[in-house]
């Protein structure tokens, strides 16, 4: 069982909906979620950021982790064509906070926003 | 505003070259990391570093070497590169516990 699972994809979706992204992990002492965003041939972006459980929001994004169910998503409202891209879930161990050991992935999920 | 700079975008070069990419950090970050991104693998951790000339391997450290002299500049250095290379290589860095943040990237291709 790979430490981190994600969809990915593509994932096509009508301009103005809403798009949930989701990841699944395996070891439970991941404690620091993010995701990141990366545009056809540029790095990834970072989004949001978010340690242990509960919600957070940044304007039409909204980071959600379960640490109960080891599940994580994120929530685009009034998606646009711009928002077109790779979706990366990372996350990391309490002990660095995702330092000096690098982060663990999910392989991204392409996502399509039809104008 | 956060600023990680990677020396080349777009890299060609032949079998058996040896082969330098750049990483600058603005940010008086003390973690920089290189990985290598591919279709169908995702990001795989090459290299990192937590301290001026320190280095530690990741998951795919064969074939790769590193070098930090200062603080800001991380190095990664293919000894003999080979067609197996060809990838997207991304530098990151951050502070501990902060979020890892990213260059733009290089696109080497070896042939």
């Known amino acids: 069982q790979k430490e981190v699972e994600q969809d990915p994809g593509p994932l096509s979706v009508p301009e103005g909906a809403i798009v949930s992204l989701n990841c699944t992990y395996s070891?439970?002492?991941?404690?620091?979620f993010m995701w990141y965003r990366q545009y056809s041939r540029k790095g990834p972006e970072l989004l949001m950021y978010?340690?242990?459980?509960g919600n957070k929001e940044d304007g039409r994004f909204t980071a959600q982790v379960d640490k109960s169910s080891k599940y994580i998503s994120l929530f685009i409202r009034d998606s646009q064509p711009s928002d077109s891209a790779t979706y990366l879930c990372?996350?990391?161990?309490?002990?660095?906070?995702?330092?000096?050991?690098?982060?663990?992935f999910g392989k991204g999920t392409h996502l399509i926003i039809q104008p | 505003d956060v600023k990680v700079t990677q020396s080349s975008r777009y890299l060609v070069k032949r079998t058996g070259e040896k082969v330098f990419l750049e990483c600058v950090q603005d940010m008086d970050h003390e973690n920089m990391f290189w990985y290598r991104q591919d279709p169908g693998l995702g990001l795989r951790l090459i290299y990192f570093s937590y301290d001026v000339k320190m280095k530690e391997k990741g998951d795919i450290p064969e074939g790769y070497s590193v070098s930090r002299e200062k603080k800001e500049r991380f190095s990664l250095i293919l000894e003999s590169a080979s067609t197996n290379q060809t990838s997207m290589y991304l530098c990151?860095?951050?502070?501990?516990?902060?979020?890892?943040?990213f260059g733009p990237g290089t696109r080497l291709t070896v042939l």
């Open positions: 990151a860095s951050n502070r501990p516990f902060w979020p890892q943040y």
């Open positions: 978010t340690y242990s459980s």
């Open positions: 990372a996350m990391s161990g309490a002990k660095t906070g995702g330092g000096a050991d690098g982060l663990t």
């Open positions: 070891n439970s002492a991941f404690q620091y």
